[in-house]
């Protein structure tokens, strides 16, 4: 009872199990839409070959670039209507915008919305889907980015005034600089020093109170005097993040004279673009980020002032301290942004694309399923491969049992159908029967318990007489049947293989699939956290050692079942072989010629 109960539960586990993993494929590889004819992988990577992203955010704007390299426009509409951005499992429609679609240079510019970035993994991933002339234009900026992103520069206009992609549609009261340039993303803003800037007006929405957050792409030509990137200014205090020389400096003071300041030990090099972060909050810190490092940081032991009066880029609010460079890119944001928020902007909006890559075109809704076959082969773990192993020397065997096997058969089965047609002609089958010439008849199992017989009346001179014939009927069959049960052996031997490959197979692979799990769980445990892209690939990895044993069982199966059914009708000839063989035996003894 017991054993029953242990088998029975170990079914219903597999058989869970399984289940689980048809569900996650059958997730994975759905097609979101059959409306669309293409689509691409996006893969994700915040590991140290990635972005080395260290801590998971939520609600990111990543930058996403296609070139004839990665994005077949002529397959597309021609404003890019139909791009669709879909999470990972086909369930979710993620948010974006175009900030830029040339069909005719073949480059595009697409914001798209995170809705969560994991710290250090590579299993993530979004498919980007194209390829439906009657689709409609979804883009919109005003939902890929959070609440607190306030302001939202990407300086791309050709003519007027910058205008704010984010949700608050922050007004510019004035402007003056080149606009349209090209940039590290699209098009950018040159500024000359001299009056050059471009100012926001105040609003309810740029409170940051809580904590404030500037990025922007520079690149200088020259070295600077006190030239702002940004300044914002109020009654109660200001805050100026600059350039001295070559250095990024951030300073904040309040108007009773209480003021920190951080410089960078660092230059810009010169002629290049580099993204720069500054960041502050109340009774913390102020920090500066270049290209994703934090460079320097003070604490800020005090509220953070309210801004009342404006917000100016590229000089002061007096048009004062003017900025001489390229800038690309503005945001704000009023929250004290992570470390690891400026590691992802710098990935992803940069021109390395270290974040994510993209996988091959695929095409159909309806088409083949995709297959994870790399994936899997490179997360199973070296238990895993144990098993594998164990179940490839069980699959050789069974094959070469199996082949060995057709062919034995095969040649015997001839050979029986020639020796049955010599049989039916012969008047006295032992008087017939010649030790020193058996005619080919080496692979007949028919010949062979035939021979028996006449050797046990004959003997091995050849010749027999009346009186060795006499009382030997008895002896005859007995050779008869001796020679029958030792035929049966040959015909059944090494099956055992297959059986053990049939029965041995599943259990193997269950074996595997309960310890890959059992690894998974641990390592969740020891992680301390746990989402689908992280156990996925572990479970995907335990899971194959089972879908390996049954490749090892099913085709043993069939080719078991057919070496049986082969083998029964030689059985049966031979059995019918025996009767008709004493019947004539014992004729011969009851009318000798």
Wanted: hydrophobic share 45%; net charge negative.
């Amino acid at each position: 009872m017991i054993g029953k109960a242990l088998k029975n539960g170990s079914i219903m586990v597999l058989a869970m199990l399984l289940l689980l993993c048809w569900a996650t494929v059958a997730t994975a590889q759905s097609w979101w839409n059959d409306d669309w004819q293409y689509r691409r992988k996006i893969s994700i990577n915040t590991t140290a070959s990635g972005a080395d992203i260290k801590e998971s955010l939520m609600d990111v704007p990543i930058l996403i670039r296609l070139h004839m390299g990665n994005f077949d426009f002529s397959e597309a509409q021609a404003e890019g209507s139909d791009i669709r951005f879909v999470s990972s499992d086909g369930t979710r429609l993620l948010k974006h915008h175009v900030e830029r679609y040339d069909m005719i240079d073949e480059m595009a510019l697409i914001w798209v919305n995170l809705p969560r970035l994991s710290a250090q993994s590579d299993q993530e991933s979004i498919w980007l889907y194209y390829g439906n002339e009657d689709a409609a234009d979804v883009q919109d900026s005003k939902s890929t980015y959070d609440a607190s992103t306030v302001a939202v520069f990407h300086l791309g206009e050709i003519e007027g005034s910058p205008q704010d992609a984010s949700a608050h549609t922050q007004s510019v009261t004035f402007f003056a600089g080149g606009m349209g340039l090209p940039a590290v993303i699209g098009g950018g803003l040159t500024l000359n020093g001299a009056g050059d800037r471009m100012q926001i007006a105040s609003s309810p929405s740029l409170n940051f109170s809580n904590g404030l957050t500037f990025s922007a792409w520079v690149r200088i030509n020259q070295t600077q005097q006190q030239g702002y990137l940004f300044h914002a200014v109020g009654e109660a205090g200001e805050l100026a993040v600059g350039m001295d020389g070559g250095r990024l400096y951030g300073r904040l003071a309040t108007a009773s004279d209480t003021a920190v300041e951080t410089v960078a030990e660092k230059d810009l090099t010169m002629g290049q673009w580099h993204h720069v972060m500054v960041t502050a909050a109340p009774n913390q810190r102020l920090t500066l980020f270049m290209d994703g490092e934090a460079l320097a940081h003070v604490d800020t032991p005090f509220s953070l002032p309210g801004f009342d009066k404006g917000y100016t880029v590229g000089a002061s609010l007096d048009g004062s301290h003017g900025f001489a460079g390229d800038l690309d890119e503005v945001q704000l944001a009023t929250v004290m942004r992570p470390a690891a928020w400026a590691k992802a902007g710098y990935a992803s909006q940069g021109p390395d694309g270290m974040l994510y890559s993209f996988g091959e075109a695929e095409t159909g809704g309806g088409g083949m399923p995709v297959f994870y076959l790399g994936t899997i082969l490179k997360n199973i773990t070296i238990d895993g491969w144990l098993v594998i192993g164990l179940m490839v020397i069980l699959m050789a065997a069974s094959w070469v049992i199996f082949l060995s096997k057709v062919f034995f058969l095969w040649t015997a089965d001839k050979a029986n159908k020639t020796f049955a047609d010599a049989f039916k002609g012969m008047s006295d089958p032992v008087a017939a029967f010649d030790p020193e010439n058996i005619n080919g008849y080496e692979n007949s199992s028919l010949f062979k318990v035939y021979a028996a017989g006449c050797r046990e009346v004959i003997g091995d001179g050849g010749e027999a007489s009346a009186g060795n014939r006499d009382g030997t009927v008895k002896a005859f069959k007995v050779a008869l049947e001796e020679g029958f049960i030792n035929e049966s052996k040959r015909l059944n031997a090494y099956l055992v293989v297959l059986t053990m490959a049939i029965t041995g197979g599943p259990f193997l692979g269950l074996l595997g699939t309960v310890w890959g799990v059992m690894n998974t769980f641990a390592a969740m445990a020891e992680a301390g956290e746990a989402n689908i892209m992280a156990i996925a690939p572990g479970v995907a990895s335990a899971l194959s050692t089972t879908v390996f044993g049954l490749i090892v069982a099913i085709p043993a199966l069939f080719a078991y079942n057919f070496l049986t059914a082969r083998i029964k009708n030689i059985t049966a000839d031979l059995t019918v072989f025996i009767d008709h063989l004493s019947l004539k035996v014992e004729q011969q003894q009851e009318h000798p010629a």
